[in-house]
């Protein structure tokens, strides 16, 4: 019989930290389960992409909610684990676990040895000496440093919405845009990005407005993805991903539509000295 292997953690983020436990979980066992405890707040990805990650790893994802857990002792979050199907316990060498993070990685080896679960700890995964982790994530990309949060990651970050119609005053300005509504509240500055708009299993290289469109005046943050040279099908009411590459300039109010357009002409530019330098990134 095969072993089934968990890991447990937030797994808000499936950062490259993330991604080694699975790893190694995926090395030991047939089958993979991630125990997301999920607290409330601000959500680097809603539930459906974290799905989505997790089907792309070849993983099952569980979510948990906090409060389901959180008054659970030591010896009854094993219990708990073991109804979960956990044979092989995969977690970091620094884990916590039980009320008031009671237990430690030898609370969790004796535990296990009672219920009949192996655990089995893995080092951090560190990125310039520092361990890898959400908040960090978080932080890089509230600062617009998406290619360092991409590194932590090991993928590009996105968020996916439905296409939505806007005012066509892009169109009528000589740039079409598709115009995204996300699903969620993302950390990113308001601000133009080199992006990869993937939809279905096609993948456009563009360059996207998050924000309101101060000059256009849009009523609430939508993504405004331009595809240079290609002319897309009608997507309106689709859902698509924008996967965030490169931070190029914050947002800003232009004077005039002729002074818009020539932004827009030399965020062009900079996306063609992006796409030079990073040939093939976020393929």
Excluded at 54 to 71: D, H, Q, T
Excluded at 242 to 254: A, H, T, Y
Aim: glycine share 10%.
């Amino acid at each position: 019989m095969q072993k089934s292997c968990c890991t447990v953690g937030k797994f808000e983020a499936f950062h490259r930290g993330h991604r080694k436990l699975i790893e190694k979980a995926k090395e030991l066992c047939g089958t993979v389960r991630v125990i997301s405890i999920r607290g409330k707040g601000e959500e680097l990805f809603t539930d459906e992409e974290r799905k989505e990650i997790a089907e792309k790893l070849g993983v099952e994802l569980l979510n948990i909610p906090f409060s389901e857990v959180k008054n659970l002792s030591s010896r009854e979050f094993f219990e708990r684990l073991k109804n979960w199907g956990c044979g092989v316990l995969v977690v970091g060498e620094d884990w916590r676990f039980g009320r008031g993070r009671e237990g430690n990685i030898e609370t969790a080896k004796t535990l296990g040895e009672e219920f009949g679960i192996e655990v089995v700890t893995v080092p951090p995964e560190t990125e310039n000496g520092e361990k890898i982790g959400t908040s960090r994530v978080r932080e890089l990309l509230s600062q617009g440093k998406v290619a360092e949060a991409n590194r932590l990651l090991g993928f590009p970050y996105f968020a996916t919405g439905v296409v939505v119609r806007g005012s066509s005053k892009g169109r009528e300005i000589g740039f079409p845009t598709v115009n995204v509504k996300p699903f969620k509240e993302f950390p990113l500055p308001f601000g133009v990005y080199a992006v990869n708009l993937v939809v279905d299993v096609e993948n456009y290289r563009g360059v996207a407005n998050y924000g309101r469109a101060p000059t256009l005046k849009n009523t609430e943050p939508l993504i405004e993805v331009y595809v240079p040279g290609k002319e897309l099908p009608p997507l309106y009411g689709k859902t698509v991903k924008v996967e965030f590459l490169s931070f190029l300039r914050p947002e800003k109010r232009f004077k005039s539509v002729e002074e818009l357009v020539n932004q827009i002409k030399l965020d062009l530019e900079n996306l063609k000295e992006f796409w030079r330098l990073n040939c093939g990134a976020g393929k």
